[in-house]
């Protein structure tokens, strides 16, 4: 159920129903592995080691979170969506910015809202390009929650190559979501994130990282942003995990239907009413 009240022009879109959907129950396993952390940080993959998410296998932690040496955070979480495929990740993150509603039912707890940035309208709407691009090089204003309030950031999406990745090892997954967050007051940035993407049989899985107080350079580096002294507590890193577990495990179960109606459309702005 949402935290925020529901517009009567919204609640006419076809799939406002999503947002009183109860939210699904996130994986026992899942939970019992997160509960394991945190992980001593030599076993979890550094940003400055995120090649290595694109290799063949899995890696020694893919569900857990620890404080670095240098006391940045970061996060692991793997989630698998049967009936999803790539395809149906790439169109998410090109759609869903388009419409507050469309984030909000992706979370409905945590979620707030979104918009495109300005800067960036034009390019996520030019049908020209693939949906992978129309992505690339854009923003999205959000306010989500994911366990110190409703904070707005700013969400600035990269290519694989712009990123730092190998472009041979990329060749490996079958999608990749990259991006930068920053405060839109400050400037500052505050995280990074990247979901690497593989078919397994009968649908995907979802694999997450999340480095907390870092971010990527024009020549797709990473570097230390905002590690704030002590470094940052578990409990951030331990609100990221559980937060991204609940909304891909939702997400999972919307996407499908979702795609299904809305996914050949090439006007990201068009809507089906009730």
């Not at 869903?96 to 509603?101: A, E, F, K, P, S």
């Not at 939702?250 to 459309?265: F, R, T």
Request: with cysteine; proline share 7%; glycine share 8%.
């Amino acid at each position: 159920m949402s935290n925020l009240p529901i517009t009567e022009e919204e609640r006419k879109l076809d799939y406002s129903d999503l947002l009183f959907k109860p939210l699904p129950e996130v994986d026992p396993k899942l939970l019992e592995e997160m509960d394991l952390s945190p992980v001593d940080p030599s076993r979890i993959t550094s940003i400055h080691d995120r090649n290595d998410i694109l290799k063949p296998g899995y890696l020694e932690v893919e569900n857990g979170y620890a404080k670095m040496p240098d006391g940045s955070g970061c996060v692991a979480t793997k989630v698998e969506m049967p009936g999803v495929t790539p395809e149906m990740i790439v169109w998410w993150f090109a759609w869903h910015g388009i419409r507050d509603l469309r984030y909000r039912i992706w979370c409905p707890t945590e979620h707030y809202g979104i918009h495109v940035h300005e800067d960036s309208l034009a390019h996520r709407l030019d049908t020209s390009l693939s949906l992978e691009e129309r992505g690339w090089g854009t923003t999205d204003v959000v306010t989500e929650d994911v366990g110190n309030g409703p904070q707005e950031m700013h969400l600035s999406f990269y290519s694989p190559e712009d990123y730092g990745y190998d472009s041979e090892l990329v060749k490996n997954v079958d999608a990749l979501i990259n991006a930068c967050v920053s405060d839109p007051k400050t400037g500052m940035r505050l995280i990074t994130f990247s979901h690497c993407i593989r078919k397994i049989p009968g649908g995907i899985e979802y694999r997450s990282h999340y480095w907390q107080g870092y971010s990527i350079d024009e020549n797709g580096k990473a570097y230390a942003a905002s590690i704030p002294p002590g470094g940052f507590p578990m409990e951030v890193m331990k609100a990221n995990a559980y937060h991204s577990l609940l909304e891909y495990t939702n997400l999972a179960q919307i996407l499908p239907g979702l795609y299904e109606k809305y996914g050949k459309e090439a006007d990201l702005t068009k809507d089906f009413y009730k």
